[in-house]
């Protein structure tokens, strides 16, 4: 249960307007293209961050600029091995922005989980600042820029506010 509730201070491996950094500690699992359908409605990079028992559970901006918009979307709490879960599951979509991009996050819940909190309201917002979290952990979603030059794989650990996930060309 500790590891659920720890909040340890994380300062980003780069900053800048041009960067993007992990919101969520976990691993990597998914790096598709994909249309980001909540808040743009444009072609983007879709990074899914599956969150393990022993990661911590609180979601950080991804970048430096405005938290613009959240959507909370109430659904099922299935296993997240299910095919459906992202799609039916308990969300909370947040969208980030900047001058130079567009970001968004998906917290979803999972069959355990039963609650996702948002702390941030809307308005500026720093990189790696505290926004929310899944209680008892899940999955995360980041939608980013096509052009995103890439510093992430599928199978990393990465960690929420530190790990670098790329750069805005």
């Known amino acids: 249960m500790v590891y659920f509730f720890l909040n340890p201070e994380r300062i ?3 900053s800048g307007n041009d960067v993007i950094i992990s919101p969520a500690d976990g691993e990597i699992i ?3 293209e994909t ?9 983007m990079i879709k990074i ?5 028992l022993l990661d911590n559970h609180i979601q950080r901006s991804p970048i430096e ?3 613009k918009e959240t959507k909370y979307v109430h659904g099922e709490f299935l296993a997240l091995s299910s095919e459906k879960a992202s799609e039916l599951n308990e969300q909370n979509r947040t969208l980030f922005e900047n001058e130079n991009m567009s970001v968004v996050t998906n917290q979803i819940a999972g069959f355990i989980t039963r609650r996702i909190v ?3 309201s809307e308005g500026n917002i720093s990189l790696a600042s505290r926004y929310g979290m899944i209680m008892f952990g899940s999955q995360v979603d980041v ?4 052009e995103t030059t890439l510093k992430v794989i599928v199978g990393e650990k990465i960690k929420a506010g530190e790990s670098l996930i790329g750069f805005v060309k």
């Open 12 to 14: 980003p491996d780069e």
């Open 30 to 32: 998914e790096i598709i």
């Open 35 to 43: 249309k980001e359908e909540f808040f743009t409605n444009t072609d």
């Open 48 to 52: 899914s961050i599956r969150l393990g």
């Open 65 to 67: 600029g405005i938290l």
């Open 118 to 120: 948002n702390w941030h």
């Open 143 to 146: 939608y980013i820029p096509k």
